[in-house]
């Protein structure tokens, strides 16, 4: 059987390594095309294992496929993987950290953590009403007594947010305080995100249909020259729940796992993330609270006003705020800039890339 | 180390039948106080093992304590079983299914349901801002980065809803179509239903602290004499939910299972069903928009608003809904007759208890 939408997804990945960790993920990566963004110095060789079939961009080739739009892609931090998204032709993006690993279910099996993806994002999202045995499409699983038939159809699903066993995505707070925590507790479920509720969207192992949510997985400004890093994933995932509960797009969590294999230093961390634990007491709220009108009937229109509202709202806060609603509209334009139909850059981007493997 | 709460916390069984189910459950409920309802003929004799602590309420019973209000208890229905909720004179409840029977966990351990409910509602919930990894107060978990520190005292826990092994809580159409369809899938997480998001709340496994939500915990008219039946676990979701939501209590679903032992007639309960099936329909949409003024700041408060809003909106779908909205008016009136601080009528409750086990 070939891999499943072989032609059609391609896997970001943002490194400052070589790529090692690929040889594990082979038997299950090998078929399809990555985009490697390569982070920090430009003029250092990122070394890839032998028969992948990448393309891969540093910060010159950043520069200058987006030119001034690059002030848009940031620097320094793995939020710089959103450009991946932007020069991806296809449908369906997933991007790993190059510190996860293959991890094995209870029976002891490798978990094939991009076709479980894939099963996500083929099969609808229920965010209308709560499913208490979690994914109603699943084999042996099913809407529960109570649940409306009119809503038995689901709607598209925009993300899929996978989870991470042993090292746990916790902030640098909670990384002090429990530096030996691991999780180790395999939950054997998906489910829909409900409508309304916000969720902390982490981008170690993320999958998402570009076509229906592309545009609004921006990561942010983040890392070099800005006041805060860590919140790249943050950013875009309460971004892009406003943006799909609005267009009546579904969100889903939990399987597949993947190895998280190393924590970071949390003393670096919360250097970059002591803004951070302020801002988000005002902006969630600030999201919770975020409209979007009728005239809003695309990602892209969704995120233009979701910039407006952050320069208006979250800029008497910060003036980081008012740049980072700068920097939403200049990558909105650098993503129709590089997709619109037979643009001219769009293709360029294609022949652009440094080095292309296979 | 003695039973945790062994004198706040009652278990409600509704039965038409003998309790030998009450065998398998000796470990781990005979330390607690049974309130056993007993439906149909309240001339047959149920026969209660030997040992256990109850009282039992025939229809009788019932008639006797509440007066005119009896009104308001389903007969020949699971229903009745709110008449236990309303008589306990404890803080906590604990309902379960007479064909309900101890599940196993992955090891092959007999699940102590009641302790994890138990410990579910002495835990906080977090219904404003989902959690990744699931219940953050458990052993081995936290709040992930990007979870606000203000949210992680989290609101207390008003409701505990266990999911069931085996046969799963399917409606009749279900049923009929997935005849053989088991649930096998062993989910090893406890999460808060987000504020904002209804869900299918099943009678079957459910524990709740009956001074938080006790009031809103009616099943409403279901069975003998009544169009529709099976909706009673049901519609106390719903209101459960919207009131929960509206004074900042949390609903917890997921673990413990229970092992479900026999599917009901799917025929039976099409018939049962029929006409909810349409209504729900409508009643999904009324229970998203139903609004809550500030002055509704007691659960009774509460109920008594949803009821003038189901008579106003409901009542126009069928004349059921009318009735609906004044039983749920007596059953206000029923409870604080019952528990009001030193009542006569609440002394005499005590006193009236058909049989009193041990």
Not at 17 to 23: D, I
Not at 236 to 257: E, F, N, Q, R, S
Request: proline residues 7%.
């Amino acid at each position: 059987m070939a891999p499943l939408l072989k032609d059609e997804l391609d896997i970001v990945i943002p490194t400052i390594r070589n790529l090692e960790f690929l040889e594990m993920w082979r038997p299950f990566f090998e078929p399809y095309h990555l985009i490697i963004v390569q982070d920090g110095d430009p003029t250092r060789t990122v070394m890839v294992p032998e028969g992948f079939d990448y393309e891969l961009y540093n910060r010159n080739d950043i520069n200058r496929i987006l030119g001034p739009k690059a002030s848009c892609i940031s620097f320094k931090d793995s939020a710089c993987r959103c450009f991946g998204y932007m020069v991806s032709k296809k449908k369906y993006v997933y991007t790993i950290d190059d510190d996860c690993f293959v991890a094995k279910d209870p029976t002891g099996k490798d978990i094939d953590a991009l076709a479980k993806h894939i099963q996500n994002l083929l099969c609808p999202s229920t965010p209308l009403f709560f499913n208490t045995l979690y994914d109603p499409y699943q084999e042996g699983a099913d809407f529960v007594r109570g649940y409306p038939f009119s809503l038995r159809e689901g709607v598209p699903t925009a993300v899929s947010h996978g989870l991470w066993l042993n090292i746990p995505d916790y902030d640098a707070p909670t990384q002090l305080v429990k530096p030996r925590e691991r999780n180790g507790r395999y939950v054997d479920a998906v489910m829909t995100i409900p409508k309304g509720s916000l969720f902390p969207m982490c981008g170690m192992n993320l999958a998402f249909d570009r076509e229906l949510i592309g545009p609004a997985m921006y990561f942010g400004l983040m890392g070099d020259g800005q006041p805060i890093g860590r919140y790249d994933d943050m950013w875009a995932g309460w971004c892009v729940k406003v943006i799909c509960d609005h267009l009546g797009l579904g969100v889903k969590t939990g399987l597949p796992y993947i190895w998280h294999s190393k924590a970071s230093n949390p003393f670096v961390n919360l250097k970059k993330e002591y803004k951070g634990i302020f801002w988000q007491e005002d902006i969630i709220p600030f999201f919770q609270a975020a409209k979007l009108t009728k005239e809003c009937d695309t990602v892209q229109k969704c995120y233009i006003s979701l910039s407006q509202q952050v320069r208006e709202k979250l800029g008497k806060i910060d003036p980081y705020f008012t740049k980072l609603a700068d920097a939403m509209v200049t990558w909105i334009e650098a993503w129709d800039m590089l997709n619109s139909k037979d643009s001219k850059d769009s293709k360029e981007a294609d022949a652009n890339g440094k080095l292309k493997g296979k």
